[in-house]
């Protein structure tokens, strides 16, 4: 479907259902407060911003940012879960606390498939395959031969054990039979940093904290891990593209206590599907290099169910374990 027709019949669709609800016991009742696990000012805090100032609109009430960091999301989790099941508390989700910890094992207090009710999705985040610039290769294939020439003799970077990055790298490794030394760090910054020196030879990272040293020919890009090339590096081909059948976008969901009420649920897809069409939403995600979606609430369920036995499966295959 042309894009100009999608973002008619979504704002059409938006349109529909608050001019129904005065019929109905109103929601919002008052500002919804979505917290977001994470500092302010970074990626997914500054897209939940946008998000919620596009929202207010739709909806006709306050979106209050409500950040709460700590412990992989589970301060986040927490006062979600807790919070009263009217549609009034929403929570950030993403691919590190709702997959990646239950995938790995680590003790959670509420289960993420069954104590949250999936909404909407607040956009992919790509992730790119990097290079050390004294890496001498040009290509994912000379990558993969230099790499099976020599086993255990290269180091790739994460921002830690378990973390996106890292397990990403290791599907990698799993669909190409090469073996790296994986190298952790205490944040994705420091990884990058040797890998710009050489330190490490190769590193998984967001597509977004990439771009500047990638366009300024300070790292070499050897692929993107989305289902599709990206507009900010249109020349560089996907994983699968190549040849190697991984695709892994970082991302991150919109979801809510289990028991509020299906109609609630329903109009808040409605609302953000109708802000993922916003043209100025749109082109401040870009400027992210996030890949702005707008799913039901089945297809968001599912994604994020599937993501999670994605992961538990390469866990049970490599026997990843988290740091004690």
Known sequence: MPTLDRRALLLAGMASALGTKSARAAFPERPIQLVVP?????GTDIAARRLGETLAGLLRQSVIIDNRPGANGIVAG????????DGHTLLVATAASFAAAPALGQKLPYDVAHDFAPIAMLGLFPLVLNASPTLPVSSLAEFIAY?????????????????TNHLVFEML???????????????AGLAAADLLSGQVQVMIDSLAASL???QGGKLKALGVTTAARQPQLPELPTLREQGVDVVYPGWASIVAPASV???TLRTLNTAINAAMADAK????YRELVIEPVAWTRDETGAFMARDRSV????VAKTGIKLAE
């Not at 020599?150 to 790739?156: D, K, Y």
């Not at 490794?173 to 944040?187: D, E, F, N, S």
């Open 38 to 42: 994470f500092a302010p000012a970074g």
């Open 78 to 85: 927490q006062a979600v879960v807790k919070a009263p099941a």
């Open 147 to 163: 790499a099976k020439a020599r086993p255990g003799e290269l180091n790739f970077a994460s921002a830690g054990i378990g973390g």
């Open 173 to 187: 490794m799993q669909a190409t039979g090469i073996k790296l030394a994986h190298v952790p760090y205490r944040g």
């Open 212 to 214: 500047g040293n990638l």
């Open 261 to 263: 009420p299906a109609e």
């Open 281 to 284: 939403l749109v082109a401040r």
């Open 311 to 314: 992961l538990s499966e390469l």
